[in-house]
């Protein structure tokens, strides 16, 4: 299984740019990775996802370096409603999704 | 396109008695996961289906709980006897292909099933 280690919990203002690293030292040379935001009460609910380089959509971009032991999601301009446990998933061979234990992410005014 | 269901919403039972958790998916998931958050800490995974076929049910914690998908469409989990240490909330997610191993490929969550056992 490809285990992830993210930081517990992060803090940040409104309008900063926030940057959540997650290793995950034995990724498989077929698995993407997948981060999901979950607020309380709710699902997960899926951000974005990548296989190398960069990606980028409407609310996150995604960076992995070339040996993509890591991955870096990246919110820009956080706002008050960006404050949510943020989870990193690496797909592995026997296809069952095991999630961290995420980063609590929460921004102030 | 309706989302992934899960009923009740909220369940509060007394230690001993029965509770099933049913899970709608997506209509055209293969794939069903079932996963559970304790008392606010990481959500853990419980076992996967594909279709009526359980791939993985190492997460189950004991044999009180039994998880069904019959025909391949929505599942259930039941736990009998219920403990107090079996509260917390169940999710429920679904894809159609195995997320993470294809691109674009990922989970669609229930909102869960809020379990409290007295």
């Known amino acids: 299984l490809a285990k992830t280690t993210q930081p517990i919990s992060m803090d940040s203002y409104e309008g900063q740019e926030v940057n959540i690293t997650c290793s995950h030292n034995?990724?498989?040379?077929?698995?993407?990775i997948t981060w999901y935001q979950q607020f309380p009460s709710q699902g997960p609910r899926f951000i974005i996802q990548?296989?190398?380089t960069k990606v980028t959509n409407e609310v996150a971009s995604l960076f992995i370096p070339a040996d993509r032991k890591s991955s870096t999601l990246s919110l820009p301009r956080v706002s008050l409603s960006d404050t949510a446990v943020y989870y990193c998933l690496v797909g592995d061979s026997n296809n069952d999704m095991r999630f961290g234990a995420g980063t609590r992410l929460t921004v102030k005014p | 396109e309706a989302g992934v269901t899960q009923f009740p919403s909220h369940s509060v039972i007394e230690k001993g008695q029965t509770v099933t958790l049913r899970c709608d998916p997506i209509s055209g998931h293969d794939n069903l996961y079932w996963y559970r958050r304790v008392m606010g800490k990481e959500i853990k995974f419980l076992l996967h289906f594909v279709k009526e076929s359980k791939q993985d049910e190492s997460g189950m914690p004991n044999n009180r709980f039994l998880a069904e998908r019959t025909g391949g469409t929505y599942s259930t989990l039941k736990v009998q006897p219920a403990e107090l240490e079996d509260s917390g909330v169940y999710f429920c997610?679904?894809?159609?292909?195995?997320?993470?191993?294809?691109?674009?490929?990922?989970?669609?969550f229930g909102s869960g099933t809020q379990l409290s056992v007295l």
């Open positions: 034995n990724i498989a040379t077929n698995d993407y």
């Open positions: 990548g296989y190398k």
């Open positions: 997610a679904s894809s159609q292909d195995v997320p993470g191993a294809f691109d674009n490929e990922k989970l669609f």
